[in-house]
């Protein structure tokens, strides 16, 4: 059984970046080290527009069925879009001064 | 230097000359007898938006909501008729909360096909009337007629639905709302439903929030490394002018518009490699929705009528915003107070459900983007109340640019104080 569609399948070294839940994703993020997420984003950003090719060949909405690989791809580019504030504009896991604050997504929609 | 037009009286400040330009009091915001007096004036007397009409999908789908600001909780539902309707969520019997599952803190939401109450069995309908008493024979003359639920007005424009809580609402929600909903008439909200919600508690008057989303003045310094470097230090060396202000007289609504979006930008080195890839970012994805018809846009938007638009941010008075993006999208932000320096802030950001994945992830990147600024606009206030709590400043100035900041101050205090008076004359004739 293979985790995600079988184009992507160098990716699935990340797999614990494979979460369904935002709040899974950010916890994560802020569980990680700059060079966890460095490496993460090193290898997978590279192949965004790969997974943007592929994903929408991937109809969503009323009739669809999203296969399990498809829908894993897609948590998985969630949480590349986390880890890039970190890489791309932060230096820093979290948000800077930020604190304490939570800003949780408590209704995610859903494909 | 200007980069925008301003009004011809010199400042959009000087276009309403019962605000003044004179620094303004905070005192609002850390005094907690104020706070109770704006229970009664603002929040019993305004319409409050409380949602959409896709939260209500079928018949007896209903949700509550507690509201701290007027000290109850609310059921509204849609009835077997299809109507929609607001009750005190509080049976008749001996008072006790009648929806809630689990925690009766704790808002609740679902479908029913009438009310039943967990003290003594007690039962409604959907449309309010008491149909069932326990032992009914060991009352003395009760009339089931004369104990339906408590109910509220409510009304609905443009599928958002609004409470009054006050015994006659000063006017009808339409009349309420002016011509901010008449220059939003038509805008396609209801294709609008693929919906990212999120809830935040801060540790801040609710008004502080409103003001920190109702002048974008701080954004080039605050928000400034949320852009690639180049961008952001021309951006803050530009400073932020907005395209046009306007208050809706005679109501206290009122509108910020803005340029940008850049969507997709001119030179793809002014934003963020994962923003390109996407082709999204804050004012969301680059490419309109599709099957969505945006070509003529309702007259309240874009009022300047400006070629670089971006975003146009309504003030529904008192506690709500819609932000509405050039690019087919808008939020909602709602502020609920739940003490003098808290308050529950909810955030809902509404797409045309997305066709295939790739729509959904670049959505994605627009929904994280947004929780990234409002991270640092929601902390910056927490240090703001509790420096406004020590006193040691009770004035501030305020800019041109920071107008709907004053004006909400303004007609916050401009309720509160008729509200004292009424009451003081009340006493005095000994009511
Ligand atoms: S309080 Fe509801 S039935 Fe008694
Ligand atoms: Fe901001």
Redesign the pocket.
Known sequence: MSLLPSDFADLEVFADWILPTEDERYAKRLGSTMAEMQSFYDTAFPRLEAIMAHAETVPIGDAAVVSDEDRNLAYLAFSLVTASFPVEAWKQPHVPDSGAAAFPLVSEPGF | MAHFTKPAEGSWTELYPHLGTAPVSYQDSIDPEWFEDEREAVFKRSWLNLGRVEQLPRKGSYFTRELDAARTSLIIVRGADDEIRAFHNI??????K?AWTDYPNEEDKGTCRQFA??????RYDLEGELTFV?QEGEFFDLDKSDYGLVPVHLDVWEGFIFVNLADEPEQPLREFLGDLATGLDGYPFGEMTYCYEYVADVGANWKLFIDAFAEFYHAPILHMRQSVAEEASKLAGVGFEALHYEIYEPTAHSVVSSWGGMSPPADPSMVKPIENVLRSGLFGPWDKPEGIDLSTLPAGLNPAEHRAWGTDSFQVYPNMVILIWEPGWYLTYHYWPTAMNRHRFEARLYFAEPKNLAERISQELAAVTFKEFALQDGNTLEATQTMLESGVVREFPLCDQELLVRHLHHTVREQVNDYRAERDVAVAVGR
């Open positions: 049976c008749r019997h001996r008072g006790n009648l109450c967990k003290y003594h069995g007690w326990q």
